[in-house]
T-cell receptor, first 115, second 110 residues
Framework: KAGVTQTPRYLIKTRGQQVTLSCSPI?????VSWYQQTPGQGLQFLFE???????NKGNFPGRFSGRQFSNSRSEMNVSTLELGDSALYLC??????????????FGSGTQLSVL | DAKTTQPNSMESNEEEPVHLPCNHS???????IHWYRQLPSQGPEYVIH???SNVNNRMASLAIAEDRKSSTLILHRATLRDAAVYYC???????????FGGGTRLMVKP
C-alpha cells in the first residue's frame, strides 16, 4: 500500500502570496489532518477533515484553510503569506479518527519557505 | 489538553538497550498512550501504543506503570537508525487532534 503522499516536497514563496499544498492519504483512510512544524513552536495541529467536513480545528488564523474531496484527498491553503508561515507542513491520515487507539500515518511533508 | 513530560535529550551506545521515559500524571482512565518518532527530514512515524498492559511489537516495547502516570518506551538494541526525536502523546478524544510536546531527542553513538 502506498503511504501518505504530499506534494510538492519543497516550495518557495514571497510574502503576500498564497499557496496550496496537497495530500493523498493511504487508500481507505478517510480522516486527514494537517500539522505545522517549526523550530520554535514544534508540531502544532492545524485541522482535521473527515468525509469532506472539517471535524477539528487548531488555533490558527483564518488565512489557513483546507478542504477534503470525495476521494479523501485533501488540500490546505495559506493566503497572504507571512515570513512566520515558513515551516514544514505535515499531513496525516487514519482510517476514521474515531478511536483513541487508532494509528496516524504521516507524510514526509512540504517544506515551505516564505521570503 | 492532557500533557506529557519527557527529557529533552538522551544518549545511547549502539547495540545497547534504551529506556525513554514519559510522565503523564493527569492521564484519565480511557486515554491511550502513543509513541511516535521523527527521523531527520521525515514525518513522524508510529512506534507503539497501549492502555494499561505492557505492549510489544517489532519496533519496541512499552512499559506502563501500574498507576498509569508514567510509561517507558524500550528499544531493545539501539541502532544508528534509531536516532530520532521520540514523542509520547496521550490520545484523549476521538479525532486526530494530537498534542505534541517537545519530545526526546535520542542520539546513538557508534
Amino acid at each position: 500500500k502506498a503511504g501518505v503522499t504530499q506534494t510538492p516536497r519543497y516550495l518557495i514563496k514571497t510574502r503576500g502570496q498564497q499557496v496550496t499544498l496537497s495530500c493523498s492519504p493511504i487508500s481507505g483512510h478517510r480522516s486527514v489532518s494537517w500539522y505545522q512544524q517549526t523550530p520554535g513552536q514544534g508540531l502544532q495541529f492545524l485541522f482535521e477533515y473527515f468525509s469532506e467536513t472539517q471535524r477539528n480545528k487548531g488555533n490558527f488564523p483564518g488565512r489557513f484553510s483546507g478542504r477534503q474531496f470525495s476521494n479523501s484527498r485533501s488540500e490546505m491553503n495559506v493566503s497572504t503569506l507571512e515570513l512566520g508561515d515558513s515551516a514544514l507542513y505535515l499531513c496525516a491520515s487514519s482510517l476514521e479518527g474515531r478511536r483513541t487507539n487508532e494509528k496516524l500515518f504521516f507524510g514526509s511533508g512540504t517544506q515551505l519557505s516564505v521570503l | 489538553d492532557a500533557k506529557t513530560t519527557q527529557p529533552n535529550s538522551m544518549e545511547s551506545n549502539e547495540e545497547e538497550p534504551v529506556h525513554l521515559p514519559c510522565n503523564h500524571s493527569t492521564i484519565s482512565g480511557t486515554d491511550y498512550i502513543h509513541w511516535y518518532r521523527q527521523l531527520p527530514s521525515q514525518g513522524p512515524e508510529y512506534v507503539i501504543h497501549g492502555l494499561t498492559s505492557n505492549v510489544n511489537n517489532r519496533m519496541a516495547s512499552l512499559a506502563i506503570a501500574e498507576d498509569r502516570k508514567s510509561s517507558t518506551l524500550i528499544l531493545h538494541r539501539a541502532t544508528l537508525r534509531d536516532a530520532a526525536v521520540y514523542y509520547c502523546i496521550l490520545r484523549v478524544n476521538a479525532g486526530n487532534m494530537l498534542t505534541f510536546g517537545g519530545g526526546t531527542r535520542l542520539m546513538v553513538k557508534p
